[in-house]
């Protein structure tokens, strides 16, 4: 049986690799590699989190007591719309994709770059000039609309900076754009020879899924905020009813992109576990197929849903009914990749190790978002629900312990390979731990609170509920000391890490067969990659197994 | 579409090159329906209007996709990502249209009230 410690033994750090080539700041800012590029966005992804956490800290602070007295209801309204603009646009969509898809499609299917490398830091400068605007709205003294930019907060009504923040969206939004389109053309044109498409990696199959959504609906919600913007600027009638316009039709516009992206954010966190799930527990994939084409099904049905936030707008029954209907098949794909997860796991190999204890929190608290989404998308139900705490709950549960836990899943499995160095292995297990733990102390009490009627978005509330929010405070006080672990020792390692060696895990997949920071070319150039067997040709050595 | 030249690159990828001919015609009929949408819009035909409206744009929308975006001369894979836009740009209307349709569709209207 394979261990860290035999597969470290001999590792040494390549004096030739992507990090070491040129140490100049310009080599950074204009690079073209991918995985410098993806780097980039790991840092910035990592600063605009941060600052999103801070502001649910000052949520989290503010609903301790059931008196508005930290913050006054205006600036309430600011913090959460920046909470969720901040967390949404600049962290969970360009999460996964744009730092270790970045870093790792390239190398998966066995090329040197993406297909598009001067479009790739385009992307990246698209991202960072939105996130500047962000900053912009913070220093101007915010925006109030929501993250949704509803009408007629968002026009008639707005009084804050809504233009920038706008803006900001609309320039995330073309950099999430470039990055989907560098993928599906690069996965379509860049395989090594013997990579087919059932051999690469479910990482891959996620990414292209990702990438049709991105570049089929992100362009909706900028044509969108673009409407908007020619409402407030120029008084067409759009979405304004007193000149002609319907309110409703800006929701069905907005969501049409953002139910799916929800998608662009969880589907390559379903890639990231496919990869570690396997690798942890020794076994092929359960129904690789079957996992591929969920991607891909989701990916399609996760467009036909969107009316499902727009039961109680205005919008008719029977609209209602068809999107209730159609939000009921979502869950299917969705449950073929967690029952496939499951029956992989069953008679592996499994150990512990930081990644997998993300991976099995991920399994757990997507199950748990994803049953209460069921509960949210009957028309009946969501009378009740909507607009209260359960579908804080609802979402979080999806896109923390979702995404989120995926993300750091993907950072412990891949980080050796990003910077050839280990992290504290043990402090990487209580990091998952207590992220797990919690996670759930800060969301299930706000099931319970928001089932008992606590509508979201104010921050005065009934004394009754006040100790199911104390709760939620103190886990949410768990929460941010399992992010901050990693952001002390993932930079430690850098430093004072154990040199990795190409393949620390033992793992399956053209990543591991290169160096541990990969050359700038990714692989021996006299000596390119020809795949000669099937992703996740993973053997348990059944001695072991017998032994037990 | 027979203005053309194919030619090759080092990966043996056919690239089509629309002669300068081809690509006058085609901007003189954008000319064309250009000031045809401008001419129609001062002529009354009732609930033909839009109808009038939108086939003229479509004409426009088709010669800009498929010569001047070189979709007529691209790929097989081109043209199905191509058709997937207009696939899902369908999507969009035709569910947002499933709503304002059935505003006034209330099974049970006593419910209501």
Known sequence: MHTIAEAQRSAVFPEVNYLSARHTVASWLFTVDHKRIAMLYLVTISIMFALGGSFAALIRLELLTPAGDLLDSDTYNKVFTLHGVIMIFFFLIPSVPATIGNF??????????????????????????GATFAIIVLVRGGVD????????????????EVFYATMAAFAAGFSSILTGLNFIVTIHKMRAPGMSWFRMPLFVWAH???????????????????????????????????????????????????????????????GVISEVITCFSRKRIFGYTFVAFSSLAIAVIG???????????????FAGIVFSFITFLVAVPSAIKVFNWTATLYKGEITFEAPMIYAFGFMGLFLVGGLTGILLGSMGADVHFHDT????????????????????CGLHFWWPKMTGRMYNETLGQISGILVFVGFNLTFMPQFLVGYLGMPRRYHVY??????????????????????????????WSLFKGAPA??????????EWETTSPPPTFNFDEENMPVVTEEAYAYVIERNTLGAR | MSDTTATHDDNGHDHHIVSVKAYGMVISALFFLMFLTVFMAFVDLGSLNPFIALAIAVSKAVLIVLIFMNVWFSTRLTQIFVAGGFFWLLILFGMIIIDFVSRAMVTNPQAWE
């Open chain 1, 303 to 317: 467009f036909l849903v969107w009316g499902h936030h727009m039961y109680v707008s205005g919008q008719s029954v």
């Open chain 1, 462 to 491: 009934s004394e009754e509920w006040q100790m199911l929010n104390v709760m939620s405070t103190l886990g949410a006080t768990i929460l941010g000391l399992g992010y901050i672990l990693p952001a002390i020792y993932f930079p």
């Open chain 1, 208 to 270: 292209y899924a990702t990438s049709l959504i991105q570049i089929l609906g992100t362009p909706v919600v900028a044509i969108t905020l673009v409407l908007l913007a020619t409402e407030r600027i120029w008084g067409v009638g759009i979405f304004n009813p007193n000149i002609g316009g319907d309110p409703v039709l800006f929701q069905h516009l907005f969501w049409f992109y953002s139910h799916p992206a929800v998608y662009v954010m969880i589907l390559p966190g379903m």
């Open chain 1, 145 to 160: 609309t929501g993250w949704t930019f509803y009408t007629p907060y968002s026009s008639t009504y707005a009084q804050t």
């Open chain 1, 501 to 510: 060696g190409d393949n620390p895990w033992d793992a399956k997949g053209l």
């Open chain 1, 104 to 129: 790792l499609i390239p190398l998966m299917i066995g090329c040197k770059d993406l297909a598009f490398p001067r479009i790739n830091l385009l992307s990246y400068y698209l991202y960072l000039l």
């Open chain 1, 389 to 408: 705490y359960f579908v804080v709950a609802h979402f979080h549960y999806v896109m923390v312990g979702g995404m989120v836990m995926a993300f750091m």
